[in-house]
């Protein structure tokens, strides 16, 4: 990471990245692509939603970066572009973890 500021076009494509983070649904669906790719089918199995629903918010992961897809026939297949988004919800989960176990011990002694 640079020690440069961001632009402000910098900054506010780097929040338009975390608000599509910002709803718990995509969250859950981006858990189910840790399997691995899934047809818009497999990914309603995996998480429970309905297709419409599900297929909104795919589109949202895709246009901020987080999925990609390809078409087999009439099938389409989505995956995690990357790991980053992984490696993000991990750190979050750390630091989650951390901030409870701090609070468990200020009350711990009362």
Known sequence: ????????????????????????????????????????????????????????HLQVLHAAGWVERRKEGVSTWYRLADEDVLRLCDIMCGRLGREAASRRKLFAGR
């Open 1 to 56: 990471m640079s020690d440069r500021p961001l632009s402000g076009a910098q900054l506010d494509l780097v929040a338009t990245r975390f608000k599509s983070l910002a709803e718990p649904s995509r969250l859950r669906i981006l858990q189910a692509l840790r399997q691995g790719e899934a047809t818009v089918s497999g990914l309603v199995e995996r998480t429970g939603f309905g297709q419409a629903n599900l297929s909104k």
